[in-house]
């Protein structure tokens, strides 16, 4: 069966700092990969996806950034974080049923 | 931009009754709807999905009903349990391709005992 892990957590970290989150998949190959990104008490906002390794869309022009260096992982990244990148950042593969496969989170607090 | 609103951000309900969210959609009707359960703290599981020639799926008490004319899709859970507590979410694909899903801000239910 498939499995989907992400990590860290749960994260705290200054504004200006860099941030890379990681999430990789297991039991499944060239899954579409995406990341998503969800305030409190919001829906979930598409950052970015990718349909095969290098392959990377982004959905939201910020100081984000995303990358598939293989085929079962997903990285997230930022140079310089900003407050208003604090949210609950969850990765999810896409299925070819079409329905997708979250990942536990990482919560992201900028102070 | 293709939008989907679920119309309620909380309902609460009484124990053993039918629980029924509501999903509108604008524009164009998307090719399948589907339907995500969440818990705080916690990543959306999948439902279910239903396509735009399909009237009804089931799943156990789940019922969700996909209605092209009135841009809405219904969610139904029947005898409802204080584990059914939780944010559901509605989503819409494609939307710009089918790599893409775009969700709904999700309706919070509480079920009372």
């Known amino acids: 069966s498939q499995t989907i892990h992400q990590w860290p957590a749960t994260l705290v970290q200054p504004v200006g700092s860099p941030l890379s989150l990681e999430c990789t998949v297991e039991g499944t190959s060239n899954p579409n990969l995406y990341w998503y990104r969800q305030a409190a008490g919001r829906g979930l906002q598409l950052l970015f996806y990718s349909v095969g390794i290098g392959q990377i869309s982004s959905e939201v022009p910020q100081n984000l950034s995303a990358s598939r260096p293989q085929d079962r992982q997903f990285i997230l990244s930022s140079k310089k974080l900003l407050l208003s990148d604090s949210g609950f950042y969850l990765c999810a593969w896409g299925a070819q049923s079409y329905e997708q496969y979250f990942g536990p989170g990482t919560r992201l607090t900028v102070t | 931009s293709q939008k989907i609103e679920q119309n309620s951000e909380a309902l609460n309900i009484q124990e053993g009754k039918t629980a029924t969210l509501t999903c509108n959609y604008t524009n164009y009707s998307p090719a399948y709807l589907q339907w995500y359960r969440q818990d705080p703290?916690?990543?959306?599981?999948?439902?279910?999905?239903?396509?735009?020639?399909?009237?009804?799926?089931?799943?156990?008490?789940?019922?969700?009903?996909?209605d092209t004319t009135l841009k809405q899709s219904l969610?139904?859970?029947?005898?409802?349990?204080?584990a059914d507590s939780a944010t559901?979410?509605?989503?819409?694909?494609?939307?710009?391709?089918?790599q893409k899903v775009t969700f709904g801000?999700?309706?919070k239910l509480q079920v009372i005992p």
């Not at chain 2, 703290?41 to 735009?52: M, T």
């Not at chain 2, 969610?75 to 204080?82: D, R, V």
């Not at chain 2, 559901?88 to 089918?98: E, F, S, T, V």
């Open chain 2, 88 to 98: 559901y979410l509605c989503a819409r694909l494609p939307d710009g391709g089918y």
């Open chain 2, 105 to 107: 801000t999700g309706t």
């Open chain 2, 41 to 66: 703290g916690r990543g959306p599981v999948f439902l279910l999905l239903i396509r735009e020639n399909e009237k009804e799926k089931r799943k156990e008490r789940l019922k969700v009903t996909f």
């Open chain 2, 75 to 82: 969610f139904h859970i029947t005898a409802s349990q204080p």
